[in-house]
């Protein structure tokens, strides 16, 4: 999938473009589509990170879960800042990943132009270091 996907399904959630930095996060990543979800897997080093991954609607989220976990060698560890919002608790945990903490997605000034309702993980930028 190209990057252009991502890129515009992103922009629909924070409602403006983030263009040139998913391009970056996605030089050694690949994106993963089934349609209604789109996802990011970066490579950012010795790990994967899960993330942007947004759906366009109450898609099953399952095929582009699947394969992300596929395209990782079973001894690389994949991170995703899933949100609460997302319901992925269970399809996640039978995945075989395991809470690791919270965070706190805060905001300042108006957010009228956000829809968090589609998205299902951010980017992780900052919350893995």
């Known amino acids: 999938m190209d990057t252009e996907t991502i890129i515009a399904a992103d922009a629909r959630v924070w409602g403006g473009s983030r263009r040139e930095l998913l391009r970056h996060l996605a030089l050694d990543g690949e994106g993963y589509s089934d349609g209604a979800s789109v996802a990011l897997l970066q490579a950012p080093g010795p790990m994967r990170v899960l993330g942007p991954w947004v759906r366009d609607s109450d898609s099953d989220v399952a095929a582009v879960l699947s394969a992300a976990l596929a395209a990782t060698p079973a001894d690389i560890e994949i991170v995703t800042d899933v949100l609460r919002s997302a319901r992925l608790d269970t399809q996640l945990q039978q995945a075989g990943f395991r809470r690791q903490g919270y965070n706190a997605l805060m905001a300042q000034g108006s ?19």
């Open 111 to 129: 957010t009228d132009h956000v829809d968090l309702s589609r998205l299902i993980s951010l980017a992780s930028l900052g919350s893995m270091g």
